[in-house]
C-alpha cells in the first residue's frame, strides 16, 4: 500500500508544480515486463502508475511529461514504450569524458600521486558513467580491507587499488548503454 501511495503522491505533486518532468531511472525495475509470475503488489502498483499516467494524457491542461531511463529496454512492459513514443539511446562516454567523470567521482577522496585518470580511462573504454562510479567505490573498499585496529584514517586511494577494483569489474560487467524514453514533448 504504501508504494501506491507515494505513486500517488508523486503525480499529485507533478500536477501541482507543472511544468514538471517525472524522471525514472531504472524504469525497467519498476516498469518491467508483465508476466504470471508478478507479485499482487508488483501488478497493482504498475496498473496505478499506468492509470496516473493516463489521467496525465487526458487532461488537456496538464504540462507534466514522464522521462525513463534504462540500460534495459527490451525489460520494459509494452504498455510502457507505448506511452513513451520518443526513445533516445545516448552513448557512452569518450575517454575525455571517462576521465572527467574519474575525476568528478574521486573528488572528494584521498587519492595518491599514483592514480593515472588518463590510464584509467583509457582502460574502461565502452563503460558507462555508472560503471565508473562503481569503480571509484571499489577501488575506495580496497583500503579499507587492509585498515586495522590500530589505524585512524584511511590511507589514500592508489592505481593499484584502482587496477584491482577494475579487474574484478572486467570479470562480472555487462556492456551498456544508457536508454532514455519520453513520454511527452514538453516545448
Do not use: Y
Not at 513513451?84 to 557512452?92: N, S, V
Amino acid at each position: 500500500g504504501e508504494s501506491q501511495k507515494i505513486a500517488g503522491a508523486i503525480f499529485t505533486l507533478a500536477k501541482k508544480i507543472q511544468p514538471c518532468i517525472v524522471f525514472i531511472d531504472e524504469i525497467d525495475s519498476l516498469l518491467r515486463v508483465r508476466s504470471q509470475q508478478d507479485h499482487e503488489a508488483t501488478s497493482m502498483i504498475k496498473a496505478q502508475f499506468l492509470q496516473l499516467w493516463d489521467g496525465l494524457a487526458t487532461d488537456k491542461g496538464q504540462c507534466v511529461g514522464i522521462l525513463g531511463a534504462t540500460n534495459r529496454p527490451k525489460d520494459v512492459d509494452a504498455a510502457i514504450l507505448r506511452r513513451m513514443p520518443a526513445t533516445f539511446r545516448l552513448g557512452l562516454p569518450d575517454l575525455g569524458q571517462r576521465k572527467e567523470i574519474l575525476r568528478a567521482v574521486l573528488k572528494l577522496e584521498k587519492v595518491g600521486d599514483s592514480v593515472d585518470l588518463i590510464r584509467l580511462a583509457k582502460l574502461t573504454e565502452g563503460w558507462s558513467g555508472s560503471d565508473l562510479r562503481e569503480l571509484c567505490r571499489a577501488g575506495a573498499v580496497q583500503r579499507v580491507k587492509e585498515l586495522g585496529a590500530e589505524d585512524h584514517e584511511l590511507r589514500p586511494i592508489s592505481m593499484d587499488d584502482m587496477l584491482s577494483a577494475l579487474g574484478k569489474m572486467r570479470e562480472s560487467r555487462l556492456d551498456t548503454g544508457q536508454v532514455v524514453m519520453a513520454s511527452a514533448d514538453l516545448d
